[in-house]
């Protein structure tokens, strides 16, 4: 399994069809469950690591997930770990006040077209 994602339910749907599996999340305690399953392999529910989940390369969360994760979710970017994390926006669309890739690319360089 090279993606994962964990988000909006509707979206997860959407991902499985196109052959991503991953996993609905509705509040922050469900976020950071799924979250620590695919980056620790670990199973709250069943307390047991599961190996389905090695291999997993690039996980892609929402903005909402990311929120939800906060600290937790910067200290594994800063890891150098796998799997890599991608965010999108969710089903309701960008959260206010967050920039796009291309955004922060540009505030970085200091070039503005």
Same mark, same amino acid.
């Given at each position: 399994?090279?993606? #994962? ?10 991902? %499985? #069809? !196109?052959?991503?599996? =991953?996993? =609905? ?6 976020? !950071?469950? *799924? #979250? %620590? %399953?695919?980056?620790? =392999? /670990?199973?709250?529910?069943?307390? *047991?690591? +599961? ?6 390369? @690039? +996980?892609?969360?929402?903005?909402? &997930?990311?929120? /939800?994760? =906060?600290?937790?979710?910067?200290? /594994? ?10 965010? @999108?926006?969710? @089903? ?8 796009? +890739? &291309?955004?922060? @690319? ?6 503005? !077209?």
């Amino acid at each position: 399994m090279d993606y #994962f994602f964990i988000g909006d339910p509707e979206l997860a749907t959407a991902f %499985r #069809f !196109v052959g991503i599996r =991953g996993t =609905g999340a509705g509040n922050a305690e469900e976020a !950071v469950a *799924a #979250f %620590r %399953r695919i980056t620790e =392999g /670990w199973d709250e529910t069943a307390k *047991a690591v +599961l190996p389905e989940i090695e291999g997993c390369r @690039i +996980l892609i969360i929402t903005e909402e &997930v990311a929120d /939800w994760l =906060g600290d937790t979710l910067i200290q /594994w970017q800063l890891s150098d770990n796998y799997p890599l994390i991608v965010e @999108i926006p969710g @089903i309701m669309g960008r959260l206010p006040g967050r920039m796009t +890739l &291309v955004d922060s @690319i540009r505030e970085a360089i200091g070039i503005h !077209v």
